[in-house]
């Protein structure tokens, strides 16, 4: 680090010089304008870049490197969470229709990214949204609501003798969650490389990186109702003994109310509500040992998933209380 004192010249302007180096790596010449730009932890960002439009990144692959459909769409993926607002598939040959496939099933999985120009030997996508239109806060607002209906859905399916139906349904709908975190990580990415997008959204990086730690536990807690209504359906069509069914009822309506509180507090940024929904994980542990016993009972084919379902319970709750435990870390950070 540099040391440079402030001097006061005209008797109001504070004057500090910038590093040589850097001047001359960024090729800052007489009278070059230059942003400054004030960040919510106190410090002073100096930039070239002095336009307020997004930041514009693009990645080119070359399917000469790439033999796999699936590689393609892990690499596209990468690509959308890192941030790269534009994205070019080149061919030496013409591009195979399995490729160009997987283009089309990113378009509909990444929200934002479009096909805008297509030929026989290149495919370009680009990034048509602003991120600044979309709040951190009504993405996770929806995650949630999506997860939570995913899970009393799951649970309703289970009620009505396993129907296959209602199950499928839960299961599909886990694509919305993956969509809304592949956002939310885009975002971050985004805003940890971009200062000035931190500003436009009103978002401290703090705060950013936190919502994304929420994000990633949510879309969990979406896969443990994903596996609930799995399960369901190697049930569909049993008779369940009432007092399981009963218990294990009992823990997802106290799994889903820790997960309804701990997203309660992160919105009202409450301390004492996460440190008191943390305490109740343990209470639905003990229902889903409760369960597990109880399906023990049960025949092997009824008993183990059964047994599956109540530890997604288990750890759908003890996620809910990760994120308060999270919140609670943030919280003591920026409160004072």
Known sequence: MEIRKVQITGGSSYVITLPKDWAEEQNIQKNDPLGLLAQPDGTLLVTRDITEGQFQREKVFSLADINEPVYLFRLLVGSYISGFTGIRITSKTRIPV?????????????????????TDMTITLKDLLNPSEMPFENTIKRMFVIVKNMQIDAMSALENGGDPGIADDVIKRDNDVDRLNWLIARQTNMILKNARLSRKMGAPTSKVVNTYIISRIIERIGDHAVRIAENVKKISGSQINKDVLTSIMKANNLAISLFDKSIVSFFNSDLKGSNKNIEQVEKLEELSEKVALLAMKEEPSIAIPLRSIAE??????EYAGDISESIINYLIEEKP
């Open 98 to 118: 399995s490729m160009r496939m997987v283009a089309r099933e990113f378009t509909q999985m990444a929200i934002g990214f479009e096909v805008v120009e297509e």
């Open 312 to 317: 997604s319970i288990r750890r759908s709750g």
